[in-house]
Nanobody, 127 residues
């Protein structure tokens, strides 16, 4: 089992940057054995995939809408993943949540692939 807590959200102007963190407290299974992902839910819309990272961090995956602007990374020694968000746009406004997958990210963009979720952190991009 793993508990996930996101932080780093806030209000930022368009074109700015934010870095989100997701700290994991894992029991019974090392954090490094979880594939991890970031999802977001814009206001009034469905949850959508943002980025994912493999257990070792050697493989990363991105939604087309954030590719080249966002970077996912992880530090297994700190049981934490990050989402560096640059060149933020108004449409990036959403609640961002991290998620853990016990099955190695076989379908990394599907929310039902993931087994554990954090509560989310709000990111608001203003003009």
């Amino acid at each position: 089992q793993v508990q996930l807590v996101e932080s780093g959200g806030g209000l930022v102007q368009a074109g700015g940057s934010l870095r989100l963190s997701c700290a994991a407290a894992a029991s019974g299974r090392a954090f490094s054995r979880y594939g991890m992902g970031w999802f977001r839910q814009p206001p009034g819309k469905e949850r959508e995939f943002v980025a994912a990272i493999s257990r070792s961090g050697s493989n990363t995956y991105y939604a087309d809408s954030v590719k080249a602007r966002f970077t996912i990374s992880r530090d297994n020694a700190k049981n934490t993943i990050y989402l560096q968000m640059n060149s933020l746009k108004l449409e990036d406004t959403a609640v961002y949540s991290c998620a853990a997958d016990v099955n190695g990210l076989s379908s990394y963009s599907r929310s039902d692939e993931y087994d554990y979720w954090g509560q989310g952190t709000q990111v608001t991009v203003s003009s």
